[in-house]
C-alpha cells in the first residue's frame, strides 16, 4: 500500500466519500488504535439526526395510520434483520434463489444498519471470536454502551471486511447494495413522506407525521432492539449451554426481536434457522422462514439436531476464554 493511501485523508471531501460510497476507503487506516475507536462525529451525525426527529412527534401528534405504519416496518424490519441479515447473510441456515436473496438483502439493508456484507461480516467475527479483547461488542471487554452502539460509530469498525464474507462477494448486486448502503434507508424515507401525503384525509395524517412515526420511530426502535442482543443479551437471562461466551435465553428479548433473544442457544448452535428450539421459546422469524418454505420462497432450512436439544441444562456455566485485559477505548 502506497504512503498516501495509508493515511487518513484530512480534506473534507476525503472525509465525506466513504459516507456515500462506504468502500472507497477504510477511516480507521493509518490511525493508532485509540483514534479508530474514538466515535465519529461524521457517522453520528444521521444516526443523532434519526432519534432527534423522533422528538418531533411532539409537533406532528398521533394517528393510527402513524402507528400502524410504524409497527408494520418496524416487524418487516427486524424480520429483515433477524431471519435475513442474520440467519441467511451471516449463517447460511437455510437457502434461497438469486432473486429472493437480493430482496432479503434490501428488506435488511432498509433497516438503516448497514449493507448485508457490513453486517455479515461483523457478525460471523463476533461468533469466531465472542467475548475475546477482539470482539468489537463484547459487554464484558468494552462496556455496556460500547457493545450496544458505541463500537458501529467509530471508525475502527466502519470497514466491510470483505474477507470474511467471501461467498457473499460473489454476487455484484449484494456488493453494489453494501457500497451505497444508504440508498434503500433513503428510499424508505421517500416512500414514508409519500405515504402521509397519498392518505386520505379522513385517516388524520400528513407526509411529516408518516415520516416521523414510519422511518423514525420505528428505525430507532427496531435499532435498539437489534442492539439489545449485543449488549443485553449478553448480561441479562439464562443459560442452557456451557458456551465460551456470556450468551444468554431471554424471553423478553425473543418478544422484542422476534426470536433473537434465544440467544445462548444460538451461541452454542448458530447454524439452526431457528433460535428458539423449544416449542414454548417463542421465535416468529423461525414462523417467517417457515412459511416462506412452504411458499417455495426459500429451502432447506436447516434444523436442530436431537443431540443438541438434549445437551440443554438450566444454569449452565460460563468458560470463557482466556484473553488478555481490554485496552482503553
Ligand atoms: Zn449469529
Ligand atoms: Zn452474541
Given at each position: 500500500m502506497s504512503e498516501s493511501s495509508a493515511r487518513p485523508t484530512t480534506s473534507l471531501l476525503g472525509k465525506i466519500a466513504p459516507i456515500f460510497?462506504?468502500?472507497?476507503?477504510?477511516?480507521?487506516?493509518?490511525?493508532s488504535a485509540e483514534e479508530a475507536n474514538r466515535i465519529d462525529v461524521m457517522r453520528i451525525l444521521p444516526f443523532i439526526g434519526i432519534h432527534l426527529g423522533c422528538l418531533a412527534v411532539i409537533w406532528v401528534g398521533f394517528s393510527w395510520f402513524g402507528l400502524a405504519l410504524a409497527l408494520g416496518l418496524y416487524v418487516v424490519r427486524m424480520v429483515g434483520i433477524t431471519a435475513f441479515y442474520h440467519r441467511y447473510f451471516s449463517h447460511r441456515a437455510f437457502k434461497s434463489g438469486r432473486v429472493v436473496q437480493f430482496a432479503m438483502a434490501v428488506v435488511g439493508n432498509s433497516a438503516v444498519q448497514r449493507g448485508p456484507l457490513w453486517w455479515a461480516a461483523h457478525h460471523r467475527h463476533h461468533h469466531r471470536h465472542s467475548d475475546e479483547v477482539v470482539d468489537a461488542h463484547s459487554p464484558i471487554q468494552h462496556g455496556f454502551f460500547w457493545s450496544h452502539c458505541g463500537w458501529f460509530l467509530c471508525r475502527a469498525n466502519f470497514k466491510t471486511h470483505l474477507d470474511r464474507v467471501k461467498d457473499l462477494q460473489k454476487f455484484p448486486e449484494l456488493v453494489l447494495l453494501d457500497r451505497f448502503d444508504w440508498a434503500v434507508p433513503v428510499l424508505l424515507l421517500i416512500s414514508c413522506l409519500a405515504a402521509g401525503w397519498l392518505a386520505p384525509a379522513s385517516w388524520g395524517t400528513s407526509p411529516l407525521q408518516a415520516l416521523i412515526w414510519g422511518f423514525c420511530i420505528s428505525t430507532v426502535a427496531t435499532a435498539h432492539c437489534t442492539f439489545f442482543i449485543n449488549s443485553l443479551a449478553h448480561v441479562w437471562g439464562h443459560r442452557d449451554y456451557a458456551t465460551t461466551d456470556t450468551s444468554r435465553n431471554n424471553f423478553i428479548l425473543a418478544i422484542l426481536t422476534m426470536g433473537e433473544g434465544w440467544h445462548n442457544n444460538h451461541h452454542h448452535y448458530?447454524?439452526?434457522?431457528?433460535?428458539?428450539?423449544?416449542?414454548?421459546?417463542?421465535?416468529v422469524s423461525y414462523y417467517v422462514l417457515w412459511t416462506m418454505a412452504r411458499l417455495g420462497l426459500?429451502?432447506?432450512l436447516r434444523p436442530v439436531p436431537e443431540a443438541v436439544l438434549n445437551e440443554a441444562r438450566r444454569g449452565a456455566p460460563m468458560r470463557l476464554p482466556v484473553s488478555e485485559p481490554a485496552p482503553a477505548l
Open positions: 460510497d462506504t468502500h472507497a476507503a477504510d477511516p480507521a487506516v493509518g490511525l448458530q447454524s439452526s434457522a431457528r433460535q428458539g428450539f423449544r416449542w414454548w421459546q417463542v421465535d426459500v429451502s432447506d
